[in-house]
DNA sequence: TAGAATACCTTGCAATACAAGGTACTAAAA
DNA sequence: TTTTAGTACCTTGTATTGCAAGGTATTCTA
């Protein structure tokens, strides 16, 4: 248990970018909750089981996402996630959300 | 109340950046709750004064800013704020934090 | 003396990340 | 056959925290 500023504060970050980072994710390429971690990781972007599996439903139930069952031949079958139509759109407002963010830190930062 | 995909998730990407920007702005110069949230406005970061208050006065028990009080010729005098020394050191560690989570969107986004 | 502007602050609610704990399937080792 | 390891699914409870709403106090102006 971390309870240091910094750490505190990059899961703050971590929070604000994660479903903007799944439906990024998942506008690449369909994935399951493991894969989606696992592509989160490599970014260095930590996210705990009992995180992903919540968000994901809740994305489903907005249907912004829809998934279908696939079987491995590694384990249990596989809930692969398919990012849908709407899910594209409301992505496209996110990519603008994170944008003018980015920018305005950047303002702040700079001193302009 | 906006309920809308967009609008909710930008009110969660302000918030991993809250604590963030407003020890930038103090770097940059003392500030009061008021001056802190038009600065914050000017780059379409849109807080509430519920937000800052706590804010201000959880980053202060956490010795990241100190305060003092000052007479305004337009009102009732104002509490400004100062980043302490620690507060510049975190401040550090939370240019890093977004400096890495920037970057790994940057990655996602691009697909590399 | 009333109203507007500015400043401070608190309470209660809602959203949500995550730790912890649980189920179930497959494959390989004992 | 049984056990263990690996993978995958999911839920519950807690803590955090942004914000709407509501409240107090000061200064200036009409």
């Known amino acids: 248990m971390d309870t240091g500023i910094i750490e505190n504060n990059k899961t703050q970050m971590r929070r604000g970018v994660l ?3 799944i439906l990024l994710i998942l506008a ?3 994935g399951y909750a493991s894969s989606i971690i696992n592509k989160l990781k490599e970014v260095n972007i930590i996210v705990a089981e009992g ?3 919540p968000l ?4 489903k ?3 912004l996402l829809t998934y279908r069952w696939e079987e491995s031949t590694q384990g249990p079958p596989r809930k692969y996630y ?13 990519d603008a959300a994170w944008d ?4 305005g830190i950047e303002i702040i930062r700079n001193g302009y």
């Open 19 to 21: 479903e903007y980072s």
């Open 28 to 30: 690449a390429g369909d």
């Open 51 to 53: 995180t992903i599996y």
């Open 56 to 59: 994901l439903i809740r994305l």
């Open 61 to 63: 139930k907005l249907e």
């Open 82 to 94: 398919m990012i849908t139509e709407l899910g594209r759109q409301q992505l496209a407002g996110l």
């Open 100 to 103: 003018e963010l980015a920018k």
